[in-house]
């Protein structure tokens, strides 16, 4: 497995090899890893004790949040590329073809279970074929039920499972999960696809390694990962200015994606669809996300669904 950093001082890779393998200099010579290129600041590193197969938390520490982060002998370093070790799962449910819609279940916070029902049903009859929770509304097997019966089977509700009884969702009926990785731990979701449904990986608390300054991790590497480690649907940004993102981050992010299902989301709503599916220069095996933007609607929130979806037939 190979890692490459971009590295000032580049001779700091040295250090970071040792760093993350044995620690010491005189370290045993089969899991030490080495640096095997430099070509400017481009510093690649190889990584022997991971070749063999590895857990998530392994390669986190390793190479994704390692100790190199914590460093104050570097003036900067940032990992922008991985050749990933084998035997992580990746989706277990591809992408669907073409362009699909789905939307955010708002108020984030506040609905009754009945209320939330109501509010997924609008949102599915206006051509939703995904419904979720916010990312700061913890579900429930009420709200699991409620959700289940208001809308049509085909309609995945992806239940927020952070923090949660994941067993009396499944319990209760969820048709799809969705996880805030970032925060409960990267290595909920291979737990996760032991239920056997589609994983919709939130990017929430993302953005603390994207943005580090100094010290970070590239877009790419993030999407790349969420989706080895067996995301079915991989939050991506938008080409609004609602996410940071710029327009390459989000389009790399939608390769890295693939075959999983690349969400735009983040200000998206019909006034931009069909310019967000321009901008990202495919159609295939993406889906809109809509959030505060459909509500805005002045037909309704089953309006701005069905709206969005006129725009990007």
């Not at 990584?47 to 938390?57: H, I, R, S, W």
């Not at 922008?80 to 669907?96: K, Q």
């Not at 990962?225 to 989000?250: C, H, I, M």
């Not at 998206?268 to 996300?289: F, H, I, K, S």
């Amino acid at each position: 497995m190979r890692a490459t950093y971009e590295i000032e001082p580049p001779a700091w890779g040295e250090t970071l090899a040792i760093l993350q393998s044995v620690s010491l200099a005189d370290g045993p010579a089969a899991v030490r890893a080495r640096v095997v290129e430099v070509a400017g600041a481009r510093v690649t590193v190889e990584f022997p004790a991971l070749e063999d197969g590895c857990t998530v938390e392994q390669l986190l520490a390793t190479c994704i949040a390692g100790e190199w982060a914590d460093r104050g002998d570097v003036e900067s370093c940032r990992l922008v590329e991985v050749e990933w070790p084998r035997g992580f799962p990746g989706p277990a449910f591809p992408a669907a073809p073409g362009v699909t819609v789905g939307a955010i279940v708002k108020p984030a916070l506040g609905l009754t279970p009945h209320e939330a029902a109501e509010v997924a049903g609008e949102l599915a009859a206006g051509g939703a074929v995904l419904v979720k929770d916010d990312e700061l509304q913890q579900s429930s097997p009420e709200r699991v039920r409620a959700i289940g019966a208001a809308i049509p089977e085909h309609v995945l509700y992806a239940a927020n499972v952070s923090g949660a009884d994941a067993d009396a969702i499944v319990e209760a009926g969820a048709r799809a999960l969705m996880v805030n990785a970032f925060l409960v731990g990267l290595g909920s979701i291979p737990r996760l696809r032991a239920y056997g449904l589609p994983i919709f990986v939130h990017r929430v608390g993302s953005s603390f390694l994207r943005r580090g300054g100094a010290v970070s991790v590239s877009a790419r590497v993030l999407a790349e990962l969420t989706r080895l480690l067996g995301a079915d649907y991989v939050q991506v940004g938008s080409f609004s200015p609602r996410t940071f993102d710029t327009d390459d981050e989000v389009r790399e992010q939608i390769a890295a994606a693939r075959p999983a299902t690349a969400v735009i989301g983040g200000g998206v709503g019909a006034e931009n669809a069909a310019e967000q599916l321009e901008r990202a220069g495919t159609r295939d095996g993406v889906m809109l996300l809509l959030g505060s933007a459909a509500y805005a609607h002045p037909g309704g929130v089953r309006e701005g669904v069905a709206d969005a979806m006129r725009r990007t037939a």
